[in-house]
């Protein structure tokens, strides 16, 4: 498993420094912010990816359903929230979330897993797109449970002063999303339409981070929730956007 997590960083790093040399990027007016995008970028997958944080085997946990339960509790638990149960009942096959038998087999692997898998959809065309949302991702819910418990501290009233490790996090996650972006739009080169509504999603997920890195705090959390829901939104809609290209 970890020459594989390597193999999938050798591979993106190849084709960033490629595409870089051969198509400069026009969509950010100063070269500068992202040549020190792609070098936050780089370093947050090199993090991500590392034989630390890799899977230890290619065990799939497997979760025994419990009367009472929902896919909502056993994404918040494995997930870090709720909302990827939308991702955790396709991989599973489930067709209605409310009907799911006490004692039926789900299978929960790591995120990565199901979204590198090529049968969910993103893979190969968004191979390279996906591995920098999941490093993304990864880099916020490092740093998640810290903004809510300083928020928690606070009691929930105005702006905060975040950790230093915390902001950085906050914002190599949004130099991440922004280069996905990019990547985005260059798809044009080789499909006939692009993925407007992945990179809108995107879009959002980067401005949220970026706020978030400010300091600003809405006073109740929704904003916190709303960088997992515009992932799931980009992700589903790179879905659709694969099987219709």
């Not at 599973?92 to 038998?101: A, L």
């Not at 490093?135 to 998640?144: N, P």
């Amino acid at each position: 498993m970890r020459i594989f997590y390597f193999f999938l960083l050798t591979i993106f790093t190849i084709f960033l420094s490629c595409s870089e040399r051969e198509n400069p990027v026009k969509d950010i007016s100063d070269s500068s912010s992202v040549d020190s995008a792609a070098q936050s970028s780089n370093s947050a997958l090199k993090d991500t990816f590392s034989d630390n944080n890799a899977p230890k085997s290619d065990t799939i946990p497997i979760h025994i359903f419990q009367k009472g339960e929902t896919l909502w509790d056993l994404c918040r638990k494995y997930y870090s929230n709720r909302h990827y149960s939308s991702i955790l009942s396709i991989y599973n096959g489930i067709q209605d979330v409310n009907r799911i038998e006490r004692g039926a087999e789900i299978k929960i692997p790591p995120l990565s897993k199901i979204l590198m898998d090529e049968n969910f959809g993103l893979v190969p065309k968004l191979k390279n797109e996906t591995i920098k949302i999941l490093a993304a991702r990864q880099l916020y819910i490092d740093v998640e449970p810290t903004i809510w418990k300083l928020r928690k501290e606070a009691n929930w009233k105005g702006d905060q002063i975040l950790p230093d490790h915390v902001v950085s996090n906050l914002k190599k996650a949004a130099d991440l999303i922004d280069l996905t972006v990019i990547q985005l739009n260059k798809l044009k080169e080789n499909t006939s339409t692009l993925p407007n509504k992945m990179s809108d999603n995107l879009k959002s997920v980067s401005r949220n981070l970026k706020h978030l890195a400010s300091g600003a705090n809405d006073g109740y959390g929704y904003d916190l929730d709303m960088i997992h829901q515009d992932l799931i939104r980009a992700i589903h809609n790179g879905r659709a956007w694969t099987k219709e290209n």
